[in-house]
Protein backbone atom coordinates (compact mmCIF):
# COMPACT_ATOMS: atom_id res chain seq x y z
CA UNK A 1 0.00 0.00 0.00
CA UNK A 2 1.58 3.69 -0.74
CA UNK A 3 2.26 5.85 2.16
CA UNK A 4 0.42 8.72 3.21
CA UNK A 5 1.95 12.18 3.79
CA UNK A 6 0.31 14.94 5.41
CA UNK A 7 1.46 18.04 5.97
CA UNK A 8 -0.46 19.83 8.89
CA UNK A 9 0.62 23.35 8.02
CA UNK A 10 -1.01 25.17 11.22
CA UNK A 11 -1.12 28.76 11.45
CA UNK A 12 2.55 28.76 10.91
CA UNK A 13 3.09 31.15 7.61
CA UNK A 14 0.95 33.53 6.21
CA UNK A 15 -0.47 33.58 2.25
CA UNK A 16 3.21 34.86 0.60
CA UNK A 17 5.00 32.13 2.54
CA UNK A 18 2.79 29.28 1.95
CA UNK A 19 2.72 30.16 -1.96
CA UNK A 20 6.65 30.28 -1.62
CA UNK A 21 6.90 27.20 0.12
CA UNK A 22 4.85 25.36 -1.88
CA UNK A 23 6.98 27.03 -5.01
CA UNK A 24 10.24 26.06 -2.88
CA UNK A 25 9.10 22.06 -2.53
CA UNK A 26 11.15 20.06 -4.47
CA UNK A 27 8.90 16.93 -5.25
CA UNK A 28 11.17 13.45 -6.07
CA UNK A 29 8.35 11.38 -6.73
CA UNK A 30 6.46 13.29 -9.48
CA UNK A 31 4.64 10.13 -10.37
CA UNK A 32 4.97 8.45 -7.11
CA UNK A 33 4.24 4.84 -6.89
CA UNK A 34 5.22 5.09 -3.20
CA UNK A 35 3.44 8.10 -1.63
CA UNK A 36 0.44 9.67 -1.53
CA UNK A 37 0.88 13.48 -0.54
CA UNK A 38 -1.62 15.77 1.34
CA UNK A 39 -1.28 19.41 2.08
CA UNK A 40 -3.54 21.12 5.02
CA UNK A 41 -3.28 25.16 4.69
CA UNK A 42 -5.27 27.01 7.04
CA UNK A 43 -9.00 27.86 5.83
CA UNK A 44 -8.04 31.23 4.15
CA UNK A 45 -5.94 30.02 1.27
CA UNK A 46 -7.41 26.93 0.48
CA UNK A 47 -8.41 28.62 -3.06
CA UNK A 48 -5.28 29.82 -3.56
CA UNK A 49 -3.29 26.56 -2.82
CA UNK A 50 -5.90 24.63 -4.53
CA UNK A 51 -5.54 26.63 -7.77
CA UNK A 52 -1.88 26.02 -7.16
CA UNK A 53 -1.82 22.14 -6.78
CA UNK A 54 -4.25 22.13 -9.44
CA UNK A 55 -1.02 22.86 -11.82
CA UNK A 56 1.57 20.52 -11.04
CA UNK A 57 2.56 17.64 -12.23
CA UNK A 58 2.28 16.04 -8.96
CA UNK A 59 -1.08 14.75 -7.64
CA UNK A 60 -1.37 16.54 -4.19
CA UNK A 61 -4.64 16.03 -2.33
CA UNK A 62 -6.15 19.45 -0.10
CA UNK A 63 -7.07 18.71 3.51
CA UNK A 64 -8.65 21.47 6.01
CA UNK A 65 -7.51 21.88 9.19
CA UNK A 66 -11.29 21.37 11.00
CA UNK A 67 -14.37 21.82 10.02
CA UNK A 68 -17.73 22.35 12.37
CA UNK A 69 -20.31 19.82 12.98
CA UNK A 70 -23.45 21.28 11.02
CA UNK A 71 -24.11 21.98 7.14
CA UNK A 72 -25.74 25.34 7.59
CA UNK A 73 -26.84 27.68 10.17
CA UNK A 74 -26.29 30.22 13.06
CA UNK A 75 -23.04 29.08 13.95
CA UNK A 76 -20.56 32.51 13.86
CA UNK A 77 -16.87 31.98 13.22
CA UNK A 78 -17.44 27.92 11.40
CA UNK A 79 -16.40 26.60 8.34
CA UNK A 80 -18.96 23.76 7.02
CA UNK A 81 -17.44 20.36 5.97
CA UNK A 82 -19.82 20.94 2.09
CA UNK A 83 -18.08 23.88 1.93
CA UNK A 84 -14.58 22.58 2.27
CA UNK A 85 -16.10 20.05 -0.54
CA UNK A 86 -16.34 22.86 -3.03
CA UNK A 87 -13.03 24.42 -2.39
CA UNK A 88 -11.19 21.65 -3.02
CA UNK A 89 -10.75 19.16 -0.29
CA UNK A 90 -10.80 15.62 -0.16
CA UNK A 91 -9.75 15.54 3.63
CA UNK A 92 -9.89 17.52 6.85
CA UNK A 93 -8.01 17.14 10.08
CA UNK A 94 -10.37 16.41 13.24
CA UNK A 95 -9.54 16.18 16.75
CA UNK A 96 -5.78 17.79 16.84
CA UNK A 97 -4.69 18.04 20.27
CA UNK A 98 -4.00 21.56 20.16
CA UNK A 99 -7.74 22.21 19.20
CA UNK A 100 -8.26 20.08 22.24
CA UNK A 101 -6.00 21.93 24.18
CA UNK A 102 -6.79 25.68 22.84
CA UNK A 103 -10.49 25.41 22.20
CA UNK A 104 -11.57 22.64 24.35
CA UNK A 105 -12.57 20.41 21.91
CA UNK A 106 -14.35 17.20 23.78
CA UNK A 107 -14.84 13.74 22.34
CA UNK A 108 -18.03 14.32 22.03
CA UNK A 109 -17.36 17.31 19.99
CA UNK A 110 -15.31 15.38 17.90
CA UNK A 111 -17.76 12.62 17.10
CA UNK A 112 -20.33 14.89 15.47
CA UNK A 113 -17.38 16.52 13.27
CA UNK A 114 -16.32 13.03 12.03
CA UNK A 115 -19.85 12.37 11.13
CA UNK A 116 -20.82 15.67 9.28
CA UNK A 117 -17.28 15.22 7.39
CA UNK A 118 -18.12 11.83 6.36
CA UNK A 119 -21.46 12.62 5.52
CA UNK A 120 -20.05 15.87 3.42
CA UNK A 121 -17.75 13.11 1.49
CA UNK A 122 -14.79 14.11 3.07
CA UNK A 123 -12.08 11.79 4.47
CA UNK A 124 -11.28 12.67 8.31
CA UNK A 125 -7.71 12.75 9.63
CA UNK A 126 -8.94 11.64 12.53
CA UNK A 127 -6.07 12.19 15.54
CA UNK A 128 -5.83 10.79 19.04
CA UNK A 129 -2.59 10.56 21.37
CA UNK A 130 -1.78 10.52 25.06
CA UNK A 131 -0.12 12.68 27.46
CA UNK A 132 3.47 12.42 28.72
CA UNK A 133 1.44 11.89 32.17
CA UNK A 134 -0.81 8.76 30.50
CA UNK A 135 2.44 7.48 28.84
CA UNK A 136 4.11 8.09 32.00
CA UNK A 137 1.55 6.08 34.25
CA UNK A 138 1.00 3.19 31.87
CA UNK A 139 -2.23 4.74 30.51
CA UNK A 140 -0.92 5.69 27.34
CA UNK A 141 -3.31 2.86 25.92
CA UNK A 142 -6.50 3.47 27.48
CA UNK A 143 -6.21 6.68 26.45
CA UNK A 144 -6.03 6.48 22.85
CA UNK A 145 -8.41 3.99 23.05
CA UNK A 146 -10.96 5.83 25.12
CA UNK A 147 -10.46 8.73 22.20
CA UNK A 148 -10.88 6.17 19.40
CA UNK A 149 -14.14 4.93 21.36
CA UNK A 150 -15.86 7.86 22.23
CA UNK A 151 -14.64 10.02 18.71
CA UNK A 152 -15.69 6.92 16.72
CA UNK A 153 -19.36 6.38 18.20
CA UNK A 154 -21.95 5.63 16.02
CA UNK A 155 -19.25 6.71 13.14
CA UNK A 156 -19.82 4.30 9.92
CA UNK A 157 -17.23 4.49 6.84
CA UNK A 158 -19.58 3.03 4.09
CA UNK A 159 -17.32 1.32 1.43
CA UNK A 160 -16.31 4.15 -0.97
CA UNK A 161 -15.35 5.96 2.29
CA UNK A 162 -12.03 6.14 3.91
CA UNK A 163 -10.95 7.91 7.46
CA UNK A 164 -7.49 8.29 8.67
CA UNK A 165 -6.12 7.75 11.96
CA UNK A 166 -3.28 9.87 13.21
CA UNK A 167 -1.70 8.89 16.33
CA UNK A 168 0.06 11.63 17.39
CA UNK A 169 1.04 11.45 21.07
CA UNK A 170 0.69 14.96 22.60
CA UNK A 171 4.34 14.82 24.49
CA UNK A 172 6.05 14.50 21.05
CA UNK A 173 4.01 17.22 19.08
CA UNK A 174 6.39 20.21 18.07
CA UNK A 175 8.64 19.26 20.98
CA UNK A 176 11.77 17.36 18.92
CA UNK A 177 11.25 14.70 20.97
CA UNK A 178 9.92 11.90 18.86
CA UNK A 179 8.08 8.53 19.71
CA UNK A 180 10.30 5.83 19.50
CA UNK A 181 9.43 4.08 16.24
CA UNK A 182 9.10 0.56 17.72
CA UNK A 183 6.50 2.06 20.42
CA UNK A 184 4.17 3.85 17.64
CA UNK A 185 4.48 0.33 15.99
CA UNK A 186 3.32 -1.00 18.87
CA UNK A 187 0.05 2.17 19.29
CA UNK A 188 -0.46 1.32 15.35
CA UNK A 189 -0.84 -2.35 16.18
CA UNK A 190 -3.64 -1.45 19.30
CA UNK A 191 -5.00 0.77 17.04
CA UNK A 192 -6.25 -1.41 14.44
CA UNK A 193 -7.54 -3.75 15.88
CA UNK A 194 -9.89 -1.50 16.96
CA UNK A 195 -10.07 0.49 13.57
CA UNK A 196 -9.84 -0.94 10.17
CA UNK A 197 -8.45 2.32 8.60
CA UNK A 198 -4.95 3.06 7.98
CA UNK A 199 -2.75 4.74 10.71
CA UNK A 200 -0.60 7.52 10.26
CA UNK A 201 2.23 8.88 12.91
CA UNK A 202 2.71 12.40 14.03
CA UNK A 203 4.87 13.85 16.28
CA UNK A 204 8.32 16.07 15.08
CA UNK A 205 8.73 13.92 11.84
CA UNK A 206 11.34 14.87 10.18
CA UNK A 207 13.65 14.22 7.62
CA UNK A 208 15.94 12.34 9.50
CA UNK A 209 13.76 9.93 11.42
CA UNK A 210 10.83 9.97 8.81
CA UNK A 211 12.08 6.79 7.09
CA UNK A 212 12.45 4.80 10.86
CA UNK A 213 8.43 5.34 10.55
CA UNK A 214 7.08 4.57 7.30
CA UNK A 215 9.69 1.71 6.85
CA UNK A 216 7.27 -0.13 9.32
CA UNK A 217 4.77 -2.42 8.14
CA UNK A 218 1.90 -1.22 10.51
CA UNK A 219 2.85 2.41 10.20
CA UNK A 220 0.77 3.50 6.80
CA UNK A 221 2.23 7.41 6.89
CA UNK A 222 3.11 10.17 8.64
CA UNK A 223 1.19 13.87 9.87
CA UNK A 224 4.02 16.38 9.51
CA UNK A 225 3.81 19.83 11.30
CA UNK A 226 6.82 21.58 11.75
CA UNK A 227 9.04 20.21 9.31
CA UNK A 228 6.49 20.65 6.79
CA UNK A 229 6.30 24.58 6.74
CA UNK A 230 10.64 24.13 6.03
CA UNK A 231 10.87 23.49 2.57
CA UNK A 232 14.61 22.21 2.81
CA UNK A 233 13.31 19.68 5.56
CA UNK A 234 9.89 18.64 3.45
CA UNK A 235 11.75 18.48 0.03
CA UNK A 236 14.31 16.15 2.22
CA UNK A 237 11.55 13.95 3.98
CA UNK A 238 10.11 12.95 0.24
CA UNK A 239 13.01 11.70 -1.13
CA UNK A 240 13.67 9.67 1.87
CA UNK A 241 10.30 8.28 1.66
CA UNK A 242 10.83 8.15 -2.35
CA UNK A 243 13.73 5.64 -1.38
CA UNK A 244 11.31 3.13 -0.43
CA UNK A 245 10.86 0.28 -2.00
P1 LIG B 1 5.01 18.43 14.54
O1 LIG B 1 3.41 18.50 14.51
O2 LIG B 1 5.45 17.66 13.34
O3 LIG B 1 5.45 19.86 14.50
O4 LIG B 1 5.41 17.76 15.81
C1 LIG B 1 2.67 17.40 14.10
C2 LIG B 1 1.20 17.72 14.20
O5 LIG B 1 0.80 18.43 15.12
O6 LIG B 1 0.39 17.29 13.36
Known amino acids: MKKIIIANWKMYLDRKGLMNLLNKIKFPGLRSKVFDLVVCPPFTVL ?74 GLAPIFCVGETAEERGSGGAEASVLGQLQKGLADVKVKKNQKILIAYEPVWAIGTGKSCEPKDAVKMHQFIKKEIDAPVLYGGSVDDKNVLSYVKEAAI ?20 EVATLK
Open 47 to 120: SDIQKAISHMAMTVGLGAQDCFWAERGAYTGEISPADLVEFGCRYVIIGHSERRKHLKETDEMINLKLKAALAA
Open 220 to 239: DGVLVGGASVKPEVFSSLLK
